[in-house]
């Protein structure tokens, strides 16, 4: 029997990988392109190459699984990004009733309570919502904004010791490592004596606002750091000169401003439960310093 892992490429489907081999488990992975995995993943994992939200390709990877961890990946370049959300959850829904599979993790948000205005996020409420019509035993994942979204910012701290992001510096969120959530889901999916269908928020060591974020990169790289709201129309435009299209750039668009709105507010308050140990100052000191000491790119 095997623990079916989608994403082993993206930052928390890689960590659970290795975390199971390391720990014994035999492990299965999905994977668009296989040359993408780590070596330790290739060399000990049996895998598939196809896409999550492929029926065929998900059926086949979790046959006689005991556990699934899902992801739904980024998809920059659909024309609809909610339905292919939903094409997603459909697909995993397919596989967990063919093959029974006993367990399942889903990867979903803080957010996805709401099922709409909330951009990508509330497409993951649909996804849950389909897991929840065939699957006896599930835990969505809800985690707070990830700290991993600073690294897009590195040219930026390094050419003008400056942050750009569309929300008030003064917007406090709770703000997680995803290796937390890995680490939590690895544990998951190896102790499987839970049941039932449960959503678990993750919301990091403390809730922070961008400006105490900026503080934060400052004094660990001793050298002023500020926070810079940009207008929603300058995050649009960046996200089409990245190459998403236009209805992508609109689905993050109203993300932010849902994440902005005075009344938004996770569903699941902070408990010691779902509170992970990285900081924001250990998550610069561990995973950006390194980084930032690289020549910035042209």
Request: charged share 15%; aromatic share 6%; glycine share 6%.
């Amino acid at each position: 029997m095997t623990i079916v892992i989608t994403a082993p490429t993206g930052n928390t489907g890689g960590r659970i990988a290795q975390q199971l081999i390391a720990a014994g488990e035999k492990v299965a992975v999905l994977v668009r392109d296989p040359a993408r995995i780590a070596d330790v993943i290739r060399q000990n994992a049996t895998i598939y190459q196809g896409s999550v939200d492929d029926p065929a390709a998900l059926t086949q990877a979790t046959q006689n699984a005991d556990a699934l961890y899902l992801v739904v990946p980024y998809n920059f370049g659909t024309f609809h990004l909610r339905q292919w959300q939903r094409q997603v959850g459909a697909a995993a829904a397919a596989a967990i009733a063919t093959n029974a599979i006993p367990h399942v993790v889903n990867l979903s948000s803080n957010g996805a309570h709401r099922p709409n205005g909330m951009g990508p996020i509330s497409g993951l409420h649909a996804v849950e919502q389909s897991l929840n019509a065939v699957a006896a035993n599930v835990v969505h994942l809800r985690p707070g904004f990830f700290m991993e979204n600073y690294l897009l910012q590195l040219d930026a701290i390094r050419t003008t010791h400056q942050v750009f992001m569309p929300i008030a510096g003064d917007r406090r969120l709770a703000m997680i490592a995803t290796q937390d959530i890995a680490d939590v889901a690895t544990k998951l999916l190896r102790d499987r004596t839970w049941s039932g269908q449960s959503v678990l928020g993750l919301h990091g060591a403390t809730d922070l606002n961008f400006d105490e974020a900026a503080q934060i990169l400052g004094q660990v790289l001793k050298q002023p750091v500020t926070h810079v709201q940009t207008t929603l129309d300058q995050f649009r435009d960046t996200l089409l000169q990245l190459g998403a299209t236009e209805h992508v750039a609109g689905e993050y668009v109203e993300m932010w401003s849902g994440l902005a709105r005075p009344d938004y507010s996770p569903a699941e308050p902070r408990t010691p439960e779902t509170t992970t140990p990285t900081t924001f100052v250990q998550f610069v000191q561990d995973k950006m310093m390194p980084l930032l000491t690289e020549p910035a790119t042209t």
